[in-house]
């Protein structure tokens, strides 16, 4: 996604710019829904991406008790959309001549005036510029920054979106129209509708996003990254291989633990798969000409729902410096200075959200914090609200 509002950024400026994928076959069916921001869809509109059709309007926060009984609500519009759908708009501001699928950064050597790249495929580049919005596991910060490694924050959530068609009618009138709340001690259920299927926005064929957070220790991510053929992963395990009995004993857990609306909603995934939650930010985000966007540069815990707008945020700073500036050290310098402390304030933002799930509290703000989100009326008034960027002056 930071790829791509790159290149439509610097193309508005009068740059060439190529994005090369690693993936040899085009990015669809990540079904996870994405929560936007005022800045995400300002990002949108001025990239040339859009927001026609983005996604779908709620107009209420709720939270349920054990039994289901709605125990707090908010109005609060947002409209909730897909990763699929951020792709598809992006993309299609990409001359297609310029999107090179397959093609996985190996290495950049720099000479103070440029860059080269070589791909792992044997092709190799030169330019003015290498932008790596290569994701939290960027190979381009790997190789320029080895030192800055994501940490993980001590919990971990199970997520899927399960077909609206195949719910009960008790769920989609009790908690599909909403932004839902379950909030058992040291656990978060967030749910919320997004569209289906090549972006299905009609009643009857959208979907329903769920996420369920769960605290566990780094031993116990371990083991639960040993995946269905016995074979241990370094960070996560891709979704088909996730084992079997993790998910038995989360199925069996949740009909002790969760309303009937959300047991409803587990029952109906077919495959939930989980998600390690890492957070860092790196010190620096331009090093020469090799600067990091988006969640190469820094990632965050996704409490506030922020990181896409983020990216587009990234992207539109660093075409801003660009044209502002004709030299171009000074122009990255200057997109240093204005982004990395941006980047840094959100994954910080992100750590006080955090401090709900009650996992290594070391200050007396962390318990502060811990504290106040132990209502669910705080918790309906932080997690993925707009504006929060407002109150630390940053943008
Ligand atoms: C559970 C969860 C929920 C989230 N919810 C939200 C939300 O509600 N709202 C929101 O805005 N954000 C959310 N986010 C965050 C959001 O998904 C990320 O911030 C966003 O995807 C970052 O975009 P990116 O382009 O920087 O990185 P990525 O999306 O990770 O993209 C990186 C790209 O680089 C490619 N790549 C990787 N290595 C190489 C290589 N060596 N060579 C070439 N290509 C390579 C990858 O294939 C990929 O296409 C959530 C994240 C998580 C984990």
């Known amino acids: 996604m930071s790829g791509l509002f790159v290149a439509s950024f610097l193309r508005q400026i009068g740059w060439d710019v190529d994005v090369f994928e690693r993936s040899p076959v085009e990015l669809v069916g990540r079904g996870a829904g994405i929560t936007t921001h ?22 209420r926060r709720i939270t349920l008790d054990r039994e289901g009984r709605v125990i707090g609500e908010r109005h609060l519009p947002q409209i909730l959309t897909s990763w699929d759908r951020l792709q598809r708009l992006l993309r299609e501001t990409i001359d297609p001549a310029h999107y090179h699928l397959g093609h996985t950064f190996e290495r950049v050597e720099q ?14 580049e030169d330019a003015d510029l290498l932008v790596g919005g290569d994701g939290i596991r960027s190979g381009v910060r790997a190789q320029i ?4 490694q994501p940490i993980y924050s001590g919990y971990y959530i199970w997520r899927g979106a399960p077909n609206e068609a195949d719910l009960e009618p008790q769920t989609l009138a009790e908690i599909f129209p ?12 967030i749910g919320y509708p997004i569209s289906g ?57 949740a009909e002790t633990i969760m309303p009937p609306v959300f047991r409803d909603v587990l029952r109906k995934i077919g495959r939930p798969f989980f998600t390690p939650i890492y957070d860092f930010s790196a010190p620096r985000i331009v090093y020469g000409r090799v600067v990091l966007v988006g969640d190469a540069g820094s990632s965050s815990r996704p409490h506030m729902g922020f990181g896409v707008a983020k990216a587009g945020g990234d992207a539109q700073a660093l075409a801003d410096a660009l044209r502002e500036r004709s030299d171009i050290d000074a122009a990255l310098a200057q997109y240093d200075t204005v982004r990395q ?19 290594d509290l070391k200050t007396e703000e962390d318990r502060r914090m811990w504290k106040l989100l132990q209502s669910y009326e705080a918790m309906m008034d932080w997690i993925a609200v707009p504006n929060f960027l407002a109150a630390y002056n940053v943008r």
């Open 38 to 59: 005022p800045e995400l869809l300002e990002a949108l509109e001025k990239s040339g991406a859009g927001t026609r059709d983005l996604g779908i309007t709620v107009e």
């Open 197 to 253: 299927f090549n972006n299905d926005l009609r009643p009857g064929h959208r979907r329903y996003n769920f996420i369920w957070y769960r605290v566990g220790d780094a031993q116990k991510l371990k083991s639960m990254c040993v995946d269905e053929h016995g074979h241990q992963h370094d960070y996560s395990v891709p979704p088909p291989l996730i084992r079997r009995d993790l998910i038995a004993q989360i199925r069996a857990e």
């Open 111 to 124: 000479d103070g005036d440029g860059v080269r790249v070589h791909f792992s495929e044997g092709r190799v």
């Open 178 to 189: 909403y932004f839902t709340f379950f909030l058992p001690e040291r656990q978060q259920v």
């Open 145 to 148: 920054a080895p030192e800055v």
């Open 341 to 359: 402390p941006v980047g840094e304030c959100i994954m910080m933002h992100g750590r006080k959200l955090g401090t709900h799930l009650g996992v």
